[in-house]
């Protein structure tokens, strides 16, 4: 809730819905995960973020307000999954795809995915206070600790001009215009539905 940039922005309703609610529906499509848990802080500010995840009858674990990695490791503890997939609850159009396509391939990162040791050890040796504020950082920057996969995302999703992220008023403006442009009727859509509209309306907008 405490955004800078645009506060409460997980909050705020698209077509009658939160981005929160929208992201938690859209992994929900996925068919890997076996939950969806929603992280937030241990702040008063956000409480809302509780009790709208008690709406959405998601699990919910409170923990460090700038330690993310920590969150993430004590999250981990508590609900002892095999695999950590993150994806930011400020982008209410998560691929869905993408999600089962990072666990198979982990099993064998928008969305990532982490193994629970390979969290407990980044939580581990993890001390710059940027390698604590983002999940996976430390990982990626020591690829001879870990092993990493990037995959290439299918052609149809391959559209890095198209920003989908909310993090400014400007942003959830631009989606707010872009899923009313794209008939939902009620069930998360394949992110492929929403790019050609997107740029479509970032063409209108130069």
Do not use: W
Not at 121 to 142: C, I, M, P, W, Y
């Amino acid at each position: 809730m405490g955004s800078t940039r645009l506060p409460g922005k997980v909050l705020l309703r698209i077509e009658g819905e939160s981005i929160l609610e929208r992201a938690v529906k859209r992994l929900r499509e996925a068919s890997s995960p076996e939950d969806v848990v929603i992280l937030t802080t241990t702040l008063e500010e956000d409480e809302p973020i509780v009790s709208e995840a008690e709406r959405l009858r998601a699990p919910v674990f409170r923990g460090p307000s700038l330690d993310v990695l920590k969150r993430f490791q004590l999250a981990a503890e508590h609900f002892r999954p095999e695999i950590v997939v993150r994806a930011t609850a400020d982008n209410p159009l998560v691929d869905i795809s993408s999600v089962d396509r990072i666990v198979r391939a982990l099993r064998g990162s928008d969305t990532e995915a982490i193994g629970v040791r390979a969290l407990e050890r980044s939580d581990k040796l993890a001390k710059q206070g940027r390698h604590r504020e983002h999940v996976t950082l430390f990982a990626k920057e020591n690829p001879d600790e870990f092993r990493l996969a990037y995959l290439t995302p299918p052609d149809a999703l391959r559209r890095p001009e198209i920003r989908l992220t909310v993090d400014t008023p400007e942003d959830f403006m631009f989606m707010e215009d872009l899923i009313r442009l794209v008939p939902e009727n009620g069930r998360p859509l394949p992110l492929e539905r929403y790019l050609d509209a997107a740029a479509d309306l970032a063409r209108t907008r130069c």
